[in-house]
């Protein structure tokens, strides 16, 4: 199908140039590790047997953070380049187009999720079991590609606004607490709860933990899809809005 | 069925000024531009900056809605049909910007590629035979950020043909290209259209549209003032006589005094390094030498030529006498 | 211009500069709501590991938070002049270094202690901890304390980043090693000895056990020493920053590498 090829292939292109870019790379390794650092070091103070719980957890903040930071400005950037013009000349969907930008981005934080596991076996002795392998993997595709999708929304959201990146940095840390890759949102006051159902982050999370410590992941890798089709639906109606609003006042500055 | 239609094109810009108490003011860019491009032609579109050319070259690209009016290309309305006619078209704008930097030139390629829907099977023998169009074969595997301006410019012409669209906007598509390069494209954009496409060019270099067109329209504050081949706007100004002054330390009022002689139809002075060049239009037969040359009394006179007027005189006279 | 002139001038016009961060676009996520979900993450996390009270992480990450307006913004209040290159004017104006920096990190500070103590009163309240009031005023003091301590920190990160290209990941580092070493999440009781040893030489520790003390009804008087020890650290900091300011700046009038990109 064409348009899944477009996807992939612009999903690996998105790759190939994000990978190129240093800037992002090492602080977007680091950053989630401080984080990470401090939980670690307060988990094993107080209930060390919550470590594995903690260490899955923060090495899904890197995937978080990778995208929450850049997605929303992802449209600008392309603007700067010149090649905003072509994106939407193209005839392929734009939302084709703008996905894999926002997927690239939450692929990238694979990196800081291995380097985050890596770091909490390292210095914190914390051993990763899976119990089990192949649903892993798939909570954790399944995961980086919803975080993806959210972060596709947040871009043709953001678009007016030139100051997106500080909007994209208001959802880091609310997203890191109350979708629970810290904390167990059991902890949180009922009238939050429904907040955390509604995130796809916080079922993908879910569905990490359950395929490691051994569990029922799936109805989770479920949930998590269920919540980015949503949002991927919501991206493209909102994709149409704003492009016909830019044709039409000229505001997106496609010239 | 031509292969571009335009109908009273009108497009306003609304912009707001003034941080405290707005104001909005509004521009009004193409004021009702209308023509038509047969198949298989190569037309011209030609005016000075801000005379309306990119805006309505995005208008018929389906990049921008009109305020009023409609456009047509291949017979599917730019706004209405907008998919239908990303289909067909390819578009080339000059400059730096525009390409994806981290990535070679071939991977730019194949992304495109992608994005305008070129069969996969035809994906490489077409990128292969585009890079020997525009002579980038051999550099297509270095990253676009090492790229010259002229390696880019060639770079944008073989992604705006990656599928062989059947109509190309050509956007001031030599500019920053040495002349040799410069040449090589347009022998490039001429066998376009001997291919069968048609072709709307806009440039700002005279010669080259006189070369390449077959058919021109000025552009001037969002009106057309004169549509025609390059002939028929030459005859516009056939009736006169160009008269080259090459002068140094040519101050404002001069010229205004050269304005006002009589005969005189326009000047316009060109900055070439150390000396301006002006150019005198006239009607033929006068012999106006001796009287510019007394109005310039105290001026350093280099080079003086009487000559033919030229498309770019044409121009100069629709363009500067508004 | 007098001493005091410049201080003042030079201070509105820092906090100008750093007003492209006034924006409330900018302002209200970054000043207003990230550190009250840094407190709030931390001490549900503190509730969930069952270490120390809610109160021990308010105070802890509102204190630490104002590492983002010192640090950054005094890091780049200096890069910013030397990228619009006006830093060579400044330097080279016969008015006294002195106030003139300490007139550009005034505005830093009161921003940071009016961002801590936004932060401190809100993550507070939502949390329901309680403070006496009588230690209102010292904890005021204490957080404008750690603001003064992490602007002359902000100091000597603006002077190294002359000689690192990217402050960005610089300042971010800063941000992090406070986060982990002084105290603000894990109790110095609870860290190795290198890191709470190491933690001694940094800002904010102090000033951050002084404010919990504070905070559980302990008298000013009790907590001076910490205090005192918070405003050396901070001042050695800012002085080692104007240092190295100064010797940058007299090295780049040999080498003219002042406006180097």
């Given amino acids: 199908m064409k348009s899944a090829r477009l996807l992939v292939i612009g999903w690996f292109f998105q790759l190939k140039m994000l990978s190129r870019s240093s800037f992002n790379g090492i602080l977007g390794i680091l950053y989630p590790l401080f984080f990470a650092t401090v939980a670690f070091l307060m988990y094993r103070a107080g209930s060390p047997n919550a470590l594995l719980y903690a260490s899955l957890g923060a090495s899904v903040m890197g995937v978080w953070s990778a995208v929450s930071t850049s997605a929303g400005s992802a449209m600008q950037r392309e603007r700067w380049q010149g090649t905003l013009e072509l994106l939407v000349s193209a005839p392929a969907h734009f939302s084709l187009v703008m996905l894999p930008v926002t997927v690239a981005m939450s692929t990238i934080g694979l990196y800081s999720m291995a380097a985050t596991l890596l770091w909490g076996w390292l210095l914190f002795g914390i051993d990763l079991h899976v119990a089990h392998p192949l649903l892993f993997c798939v909570s954790i595709v399944v995961t980086v590609v919803s975080i993806g999708v959210t972060g596709f929304l947040m871009a043709v959201a953001f678009v007016r606004y030139r100051t997106a990146w500080a909007l994209g940095n208001l959802f880091e840390y609310p997203v890191w607490l109350v979708a629970g890759f810290l904390v167990p949102i059991s902890l949180f006051p009922g009238w939050v709860r429904p907040i955390s159902w509604l995130l796809a982050p916080t079922w993908g999370m879910n569905a990490i933990r359950e395929s490691a410590l051994g569990g029922t992941p799936l109805p989770d890798v479920g949930l998590c899809a269920a919540i980015g089709v949503g949002c991927l639906v919501l991206g493209i109606a909102v994709t149409g809005t704003v492009l016909r609003s830019a044709r039409a006042r000229a505001t997106l500055a496609l010239t | ?322 | 211009m007098t001493s005091a002139r410049v201080f003042l001038i030079g201070g509105v016009m820092s906090f100008r500069a750093l007003f492209n961060w006034l924006s409330p676009w900018i302002y209200v996520p970054t000043m207003l709501v990230s550190p009250v979900f840094q407190i709030l993450l931390f001490a549900y996390i503190g509730r969930a590991a069952r270490v120390q009270s809610d109160k021990f992480y308010v105070i802890g990450n509102a204190l630490q938070y104002t590492a983002i307006p010192c640090v950054f913004a005094m890091s780049h209040t200096i890069a910013g002049e030397r990228f619009q290159q006006t830093l060579g004017y400044i330097l080279v104006t016969p008015a006294r270094r002195i106030p003139l920096f300490v007139g550009r990190s005034l505005p830093v500070v009161v921003n940071g202690a009016l961002t801590s103590a936004f932060a401190l009163a809100l993550g507070g309240a939502i949390l329901g901890i309680h403070v006496p009031v009588s230690a209102l005023a010292p904890l005021a003091l204490t957080i404008v304390l750690c603001a003064a301590s992490c602007t002359g920190l902000g100091l000597l990160s603006a002077a190294i980043g002359f000689l690192v290209r990217e402050t960005a990941t610089l300042n971010n580092i800063v941000f992090g090693v406070l986060l982990i070493f002084c105290g603000v999440n894990v109790s110095l009781d609870d860290l190795p000895g290198w890191m709470s040893t190491l933690a001694q030489g940094l800002p904010l520790t102090h000033g951050i056990e002084a404010a919990r003390k504070l905070a559980d009804g302990a008298s000013l008087s009790y907590v001076a020493g910490l205090i005192g020890a918070e405003a050396l650290v901070g001042l050695l900091y800012g002085l080692a920053g104007y240092a190295l300011l100064r010797a940058l700046e007299l090295q780049s009038r040999v080498h003219a590498t002042l406006e180097r990109a």
């Fill in chain 2, 1 to 322: 069925m031509a292969a571009i239609e335009a109908h009273e094109l009108r497009r306003t810009y609304r912009t707001s000024i003034g941080v405290f108490r707005r104001r909005t003011l509004e521009v009004e860019a193409v004021r009702g531009v209308s023509f038509e491009v047969p198949e298989g032609e190569l037309f011209g579109l030609l005016g000075p900056n801000g005379a309306g050319k990119t805006t309505t070259i995005k208008m018929l690209i389906t990049l921008l809605i009109p305020t009023a009016g409609s456009a047509r290309v291949l017979g599917f309305d730019v706004v209405k049909d907008a998919r239908e006619v990303r289909k067909r078209i390819g578009y080339v704008f000059g400059g730096e910007r525009g390409l994806y930097e981290r990535l070679s030139g071939l991977d730019n390629l194949r992304y495109f590629a992608e994005l305008y829907a070129v069969p996969p099977r035809n994906q490489r023998p077409r990128i292969e035979e585009l890079l020997e169009l525009v002579g980038l074969r051999g550099r297509e595997k270095e990253r676009v950020e090492g790229y010259s301006r002229g390696m880019r410019q060639r770079l944008h012409i073989a992604r705006g043909l990656l599928h062989d669209p059947p109509v190309v906007f050509l956007d001031e598509p030599t500019i920053g290209v040495d002349p040799v390069g410069a040449r090589e494209l347009r022998s490039t954009i001429a066998s376009l259209t001997q291919a069968g496409k048609t072709v709307l060019l806009t440039t700002h270099y005279m010669f080259e549209a006189d070369e390449l067109c077959d058919r021109i329209a000025v552009i001037n504050k969002g009106e057309i003032v004169a549509e025609g081949t390059p002939r028929n706007l030459k005859e516009i100004v056939a009736d006169r006589t160009v008269i080259e002054i090459e002068a140094f330390g040519i101050d404002d009022t001069a010229v205004e005094r050269l304005r006002s002689a009589p005969g005189v139809t326009s000047v316009s002075v060109e900055e070439r390094e150390q000396a301006q060049v002006l150019l005198v239009q006239s009607a033929k037969g006068l012999e106006l030498t001796q009287t510019l040359l007394g109005l310039l009394n105290g001026a350093t006179i280099g080079r003086v030529v009487a000559r033919e007027p030229t498309l770019e005189d044409a121009y100069v006279a629709l363009v500067g006498e508004a």
